[in-house]
């Protein structure tokens, strides 16, 4: 098994590099492009996996609702830009202000979802919390359909094209160079938040041993909202960069882009940080070259085949660590 | 003749963890024998291991059943052990919370069944036989175990030393020739951990069971058991007669020594 | 906890609730039009609609505390009672008996129509709950299978002419293969990875029948799909909807009689131990891969039956029927009626897809009270509304 699995990688290592050496030399700008497009992908799939990852090391639970987080804070940022908008104020301060907004709104979210929805679940069986995220995420979409609009909405550029990146943008236009920096930048201060700060090394606590952490004085609770309002902050981030990214957004969004940070968060290793930015760096960069050589319209079969395949042959993912069912 | 479980150089390692280190244990046909050893020794860790929820990392574990050839159970799933007549019970008590007393106990008979899928749909006569001498065996093993009043209550409601009784009557109907039982009078009041001990000796002496059992109540290992192994940090320290573990000294360094007033 | 303190929290709470949705639910904007709606009237509706619902929701969470310490005493609900009950159990199930027969030539057809939608669900709902109720396996793909069962009639009978007859236990085959041969791979995951994977594959599934033009006709769907014969004889419009209340009265007997006696026999046991605890359920000599898979493969082989009977009764389906909302659906009918038990997944089938039928002014809020209703359902009675019993055996000869 084990030697089938070496074999069965080399090859297809070896069948991708072939390719991949093949396309470059053909055209090296579009592999380039391609390679930057699912950069920037990649970028929003880590900012949304942080979200699952960190909410699995600490309560073992795919927060199904995640992605719905992510989608209110991008119909957040649009509702207050579009105000503010209305009302005539500065770009910058509407750009700002939106941003702000998202994040704080998207917080509340995530922890209002968690006292609601989990809380009370934390000793029942696996199965009822998961069915209750799900019901949870089923809830929050139809409450901003139903509230707002089932129709996609036009999202006001937030960030402006800059004048010094001009002669680069038809390699990578200027949204995409925040999105990538910004991702960066968040990645920095979440390490700084989990290695240094208090509550992150309590989270780390809480992830290894609940009980153990509790025992020590940790406030397990608070521990697990802190959490929730870290990863959705995150989550809103990467909403409102997607928003203005694509030009458009409603109520679904949440739904596909959760789930491609969910398959993201696996294939790094769920419950790990790092793993799942490298997860979402890998998969938005492969599907970018799928879609770009192969079929558009297979984008998510290709998601999901991967997510297969990896559950498979390494379910503990590329970065996890391979936890022994206790007996 | 051949011992019906022969463990030879058991080593379990979890990452650098040695939780076994080359533990040899053998057991003679009809005896209880018991693995004594401070918290976190790896007792129930060798139980994983020969019960298949572990693979251990060398060694080899090999029963000879009663009128059976010497086979080996290295890598074989836990189901499989099982139907190879070795049926244990746990620690913490792992009952089946959604089903009755009785079903918890048919659960056990399930591996002795035959009917599939289709016979369960179609139930000709052979299935309602078979299902029905499957009721009645699960009820006599209750009765015998005592917890017959309990049959249709749910598993749950049951008081704690009922619930151990019951996860023994759950291992008794898998018709096993080797009983490994987990720390069975853990929680139990003396009276419980009286009839626990005539229990146990009834069960040697009536249904042909061996047994081999994990527990921390000194009085009723020594009373109970004819043979006794010691582990101390994965590896055995000692074996012997309850006599000869309680006048060895390293066994009083390692273990007995801080639970003397229980000795 | 005092009345006074009570009501402070809840007003806390529903202050909270107020700004919470405060951009949601009070602005709206025309981007189009460039027009700000302020909706201040909803502002005050969440206010007082959270203020009791979290008076309520707080009542039920003691009430529910209290109530796991005092006593576990093990409630049977009313309806099995009264089931158990033979002096009631005879008029019950005549009176229901003779309602079904009765319904269709009572009812206009329309009303027919949508009970044979309900019927639909609840031969789904019961095939679902052998997987998540009884083996404890969630599977968000159920559609698949569905869509399976549903695209094998209309393909095969486009193709090949074959009949609805022939077709129904050729898709019943099928969806078990399906069942068997995507479970394979995934049945070994862990619980929560498996929810994920098999949601996977239903979109995998609706994907390709999207895409996949030369065979499934894309999103344009296939259309003029028989209904089913009587011997060779087609009924006109009225009568084959007659004919197809009665086909799907029959299998959702044919369901719950096979489902009763597979959840008490040695099988189903096996699913419900693996479900309560997968480590002692190995322990006790049953093979966990393979109860798993059996319960896969059987939840897919109704689900395929379903998809034919869908099929022959709309005569035209297109992928937009199989998407994952319908996969939801299904799971709503049997968490909500309640995991585990039949009587339960039927209620719940007929209440949560006939009311929304009937109350169209609430239809829209469909789903958002659906994804409510598992919310509340999981915190408050994980068994759901009808929570499942357990056979209890006699032994008379014994008993002196």
């Known amino acids: 098994m084990r030697w089938i699995s070496i074999g069965l990688g080399l090859a297809v290592t070896g069948v ?71 009302w005539g104020w500065n770009t910058a301060v509407i750009a700002i202000l939106a941003f702000v907004f998202a994040i704080v709104y998207s917080c509340a979210y995530g922890f209002t979802v968690e006292k609601i929805a989990y809380k009370p679940l934390r000793h029942a069986p696996r199965l009822s919390a998961l069915i209750s995220a799900i019901g949870m995420s089923l809830f929050l979409q139809n409450y901003v359909m139903l509230a707002q609009t089932p129709e996609y909405l036009p999202f006001r550029t937030l ?40 509550i992150g090394k309590a989270m780390r606590a809480t992830a ?93 079969v290709f998601a999901f085949s991967i997510l297969v395949l990896i559950l498979i042959f390494r379910p503990s993912g590329i970065l996890g660590k391979h936890d022994a069912q206790k007996v | 003749m051949e011992p019906i479980l022969n463990v030879t150089n058991l080593t379990m390692n979890f990452g650098g963890l040695k ?58 799933k836990p189901n499989y052990v099982t139907e190879r007549g070795i049926a244990r019970t746990f620690q913490n008590i792992r009952l089946f919370h959604g089903m009755t007393v009785l079903e918890n106990v048919l659960i056990g008979r399930h591996c002795r069944l035959s009917s599939g899928i289709i016979k369960a749909m179609l139930q000709p006569p052979s299935q309602k036989k078979e299902e029905k001498k499957a009721v009645f065996d699960s009820y006599e093993i209750l009765e015998k175990i005592g917890l017959a009043k309990y049959v249709n209550d749910m598993a749950v409601n049951l ?3 009922a619930q151990r009784r019951l996860e023994i009557a759950r291992a008794l109907a898998t018709d096993p020739f080797l009983l490994l039982l987990d720390e069975p009078a853990a929680g139990m009041n003396p009276q419980e951990t009286k009839e626990l001990d005539d229990l146990i000796l009834w069960l040697r002496d009536n249904e042909n069971v061996s047994i081999l059992l994990i527990e921390h109540d000194m009085k009723l290992v020594m009373s109970l058991s004819d043979w006794i192994h010691v582990v101390d940090y994965g590896k055995k320290i000692a074996e012997g007669t309850p006599a000869d573990i309680k006048a060895n000294p390293d066994v009083i360094k390692a273990y007995l020594g801080e639970e003397s007033d229980d000795a | 906890m005092p009345i006074k303190n009570q009501i402070k929290q809840s007003l806390i709470i529903a202050f909270w609730f107020m700004i919470l949705t405060f951009p949601i639910m009070v602005i709206k904007v025309n981007t189009i039009r460039h027009t700000i709606d302020f909706r201040w009237a909803n502002f005050l509706w969440v206010g007082i609609v959270t203020f009791f619902a979290s008076m309520i929701w707080n009542y039920f969470l003691r009430r529910n505390e209290e109530q796991k310490k005092t006593d576990i005493a093990d409630d049977i609900p009313l309806i099995h009672k009264l089931l158990q009950n033979d002096r009631f159990r005879r008029p019950f199930l005549g009176l229901v008996a003779a309602f079904f027969i009765a319904y269709p030539f009572v009812f206009p057809m329309y009303h027919t129509s949508i009970m044979i939608s309900a019927l639909v669900y609840v031969m789904l709902g019961l095939g679902l709950n052998i997987v998540v109720g009884l083996a404890g396996l969630l599977d968000l793909g159920y559609v698949a299978f569905y869509a399976v069962g549903a695209y094998a009639y209309a393909l095969l009978n486009l193709h090949f002419g074959l009949s609805f007859w022939v077709v129904l236990p050729m898709s019943a085959f ?24 098999t949601l996977g594959f239903g979109e995998i599934i609706r994907i390709v029948l999207e895409n996949w033009d030369d065979f499934s006709n894309g999103p344009r769907g296939i259309g003029d799909i028989p209904a089913p014969s009587f011997f060779g004889h087609q009924f006109g419009q009225h009568d084959a909807m007659i004919y197809m209340y009665f086909i799907v009265i029959g299998l959702v007997l044919m369901t719950i009689f096979f489902v009763h006696r597979l959840e008490h026999s040695k099988i189903g046991r096996a699913w419900i131990a693996l479900r309560d605890d997968e480590i002692a359920c ?44 319908e996969s939801i659906t299904i799971l709503c009918v049997v968490v909500i009626g309640g995991m585990g038990s039949a009587i339960g997944v039927i209620a719940g089938a007929l209440v949560l897809i006939l009311l929304p039928e009937y109350l169209r002014a609430v239809a829209e809020y469909r789903m958002l009270v659906f994804g409510a209703l598992q919310v509340i359902v999981m915190v408050f009675k994980p068994d759901g509304l009808i929570k499942s019993v357990r056979k209890v055996y006699t032994f008379k000869a014994r008993e002196e």
Not at chain 1, 159 to 174: G, K, R, V
């Open chain 2, 159 to 161: 008081p704690y030393g």
């Open chain 2, 19 to 76: 939780a076994l280190d080359d533990v040899t244990i053998r057991l003679e046909k009809g005896q209880i024998a018991a693995l004594i050893g401070p918290n976190g020794a790896g007792k129930t860790t060798f139980f994983n291991c020969i019960t298949g929820i572990y693979e251990p990392t060398t060694g080899e574990v090999q029963i000879t059943p009663p009128g059976k050839n010497t086979q080996s159970l290295k890598g074989l």
């Open chain 1, 159 to 198: 960030i402006p094209d800059f004048h010094f990146w001009e002669p680069y943008a038809h390699i990578i236009t200027s949204v995409e160079l925040t999105i990538i920096i910004t991702t960066v930048i968040v990645m920095i201060l979440l390490g700084i938040l989990i290695k240094f700060t208090r």
């Open chain 3, 282 to 325: 190995q322990a006790m000599g049953i093979d966990k891969f393979k109860t798993k898979l059996t319960a896969f493969a059987l939840g897919a082989t109704w689900a395929a039956m379903g998809g034919v009977v869908f099929a022959a009764k709309t005569s035209f389906i297109n992928p937009m029927s199989f998407t994952i909302w």
């Open chain 3, 174 to 197: 099928l969806g078990t293969l399906f069942g068997v041969l995507l479970g394979y791979p995934v049945l070994r995951l862990r619980g929560d990875y498996l929810a994920i994977v």
């Open chain 1, 208 to 300: 290894q041993d609940k009980v153990m952490a509790a025992l020590l004085g940790i406030n397990v609770n608070n521990v697990i909202s802190a959490t929730f309002v870290v990863g959705s902050a995150t989550a809103a981030i990467g909403g409102v960069l997607i928003a203005c990214h694509v030009g458009q957004i409603n109520f679904f969004i949440g739904f596909l882009a959760g789930l491609k940070a969910f398959i993201a968060a696996v294939l790094g290793g769920i419950g790990s940080i790092p793993g799942a930015v490298l997860g979402s760096l890998v998969l938005g960069i492969s599907e970018s070259y799928f879609t770009g050589y192969f079929w558009s319209e297979y984008e998510d």
């Open chain 1, 16 to 86: 991708i590099g072939f390719f991949a050496v093949r396309e470059l030399l053909i055209d090296p700008l579009y592999f380039f492009e391609l390679f930057l497009g699912g950069l920037t992908r990649g970028s929003i799939y880590a900012l949304i996996a942080l979200g699952y990852t960190m909410v699995y090391g600490i309560i073992q639970l795919i927060n199904f609702a995640h992605g719905e987080i992510y989608m209110i804070g991008a119909m957040t940022a649009l509702i207050v830009a579009s105000v503010l908008g209305l």
